[in-house]
């Protein structure tokens, strides 16, 4: 299994542009997030899924989208990229149920808004 | 909404000795409380986590200890070595019923330096 796969690894944006963060998992969980990690301030929620068709928001939803049109995948959209979306982002899945279980993350995509 | 604070912010030990991390939350209601390592150029992953009804846990060299009156929770990593050297994440979650791994909610990081 590939676990969690984000693409790309790298991305540099101008002020203005769209782009959409891929993040792809094989391990049929049900429950994926998006978040972004900026220095001193940890993780913060973007948004998330609990099954294919359901997202809600999270923490940070500002300037974000997301569509869960499948269980496997979960992209995040920026729609008019802005320099303080200069970030890490990270996708995590994991499985659900009644009981809170582990989080499984991506790789990260370090993007840079200029 | 829940807010998570975690200390050091940094720590160094020296290869051998004890390094502990502390987590206060604000959120009666998280039950759920993982510890996640990041090591350079990579994504967090899951060491250990406790729940609400367990006041303690260990796993090998670490051990992570719950006080939930007090509302704070300790990451205890024993015989310290180079490959324990990473940055370190506390993260408190409610359960809510009918979905399962509920939105988790970070501390800021500790980046833990061993010694050789």
């Known amino acids: 299994n590939a676990g969690v796969t984000q693409t790309p690894k790298f991305q540099v944006l101008k002020t203005g542009q769209s782009m959409t963060l891929q993040c792809a998992q094989d391990m049929n969980h049900e429950y994926m997030s998006w978040y972004r990690q900026d220095p001193g301030m940890g993780l913060r929620l973007i948004h998330y899924?609990?099954?294919?068709?359901?997202?809600d928001q999270g923490e940070v939803p500002n300037g974000y989208n997301v569509s869960r049109s499948t269980t496997e995948d979960f992209p995040l959209r920026l729609l008019s990229a802005a320099p303080s979306q200069t970030s890490v982002y990270f996708c995590?899945?994991?499985?659900?149920?009644?009981?809170?279980?582990?989080?499984?993350f991506g790789q990260g995509t370090r993007l840079t808004v200029v | 909404g829940e807010n998570v604070e975690q200390h050091p912010s940094t720590l160094s030990v020296q290869e051998g000795d004890s390094a502990v991390i502390k987590c206060t939350y604000s959120?009666?209601?998280?039950?759920?409380f993982p510890w996640y390592k990041q090591e350079l150029g990579k994504g967090p992953q899951l060491i250990i986590d406790?729940?609400?009804?367990?006041g303690e846990k260990k796993d090998q060299r670490i051990a992570v200890t719950l006080n939930k009156t007090a509302k704070h929770f300790s990451l205890h990593i024993t015989e310290t070595q180079p490959e324990d050297s990473a940055v370190y994440f506390c993260?408190?979650?409610?359960?809510?019923?009918?979905?399962?791994?509920?939105?988790?909610?970070f501390g800021t990081g500790t980046r833990l330096t061993i010694i050789p």
């Open positions: 899924s609990v099954g294919a068709g359901i997202t």
């Open positions: 993260a408190a979650s409610p359960t809510i019923s009918n979905f399962g791994n509920e939105k988790l909610t």
């Open positions: 959120d009666s209601a998280s039950n759920y």
């Open positions: 995590a899945s994991s499985y659900s149920g009644l009981v809170n279980t582990e989080a499984f």
């Open positions: 406790i729940r609400s009804n367990v």
